[in-house]
């Protein structure tokens, strides 16, 4: 059974930073876009930011500049979200997201990890 697991959340100040991770577990065949949502209190799970197998990147424009996502190079299954020059509305649970193909089930699957909270103080 795929599996996330989130790292890496904490209290911080404005302006300071944090540095998320997310590991896959389980056998996977095939491992496709990975990326970061964000949900704060009484909203939607919004996307930050999503990375390709291929390394291509995209954010939404509130986090552009700020934070920057990437992946371990060698397997592919460690993503990281690098965030800086924080501001109290980036508070929020943020969880790891991952499509690819089970290598138990031959399906695909689509799997969430269990959110990490960042609580940034002004």
């Known amino acids: 059974q795929v599996q996330l697991v989130e790292s890496g959340g904490g209290l911080v100040q404005a302006g300071g930073s944090l540095r998320l991770s997310c590991t896959v577990s389980?056998?996977?065949?095939?491992?496709?876009?990975m990326g970061w949502y964000r949900q704060a209190p009484g909203k939607q799970r919004d996307l930050v930011a999503t990375i390709t197998y291929g390394g291509t990147t995209n954010y939404v424009d509130s986090v552009k500049g700020r934070f920057t996502i990437s992946r371990d190079n060698v397997s592919k299954k460690t993503m990281y979200l690098q965030m800086n020059s924080l501001k109290p509305e980036d508070t929020a649970v943020y969880y790891c997201?991952?499509?690819?193909?089970?290598?138990?089930?031959?399906?695909?699957?689509?799997?969430w990890g269990q959110g990490t909270q960042v609580t940034v103080s002004s």
């Open positions: 997201h991952a499509d690819g193909v089970d290598g138990d089930s031959w399906s695909r699957f689509t799997s």
């Open positions: 389980g056998v996977i065949f095939k491992l496709d876009t």
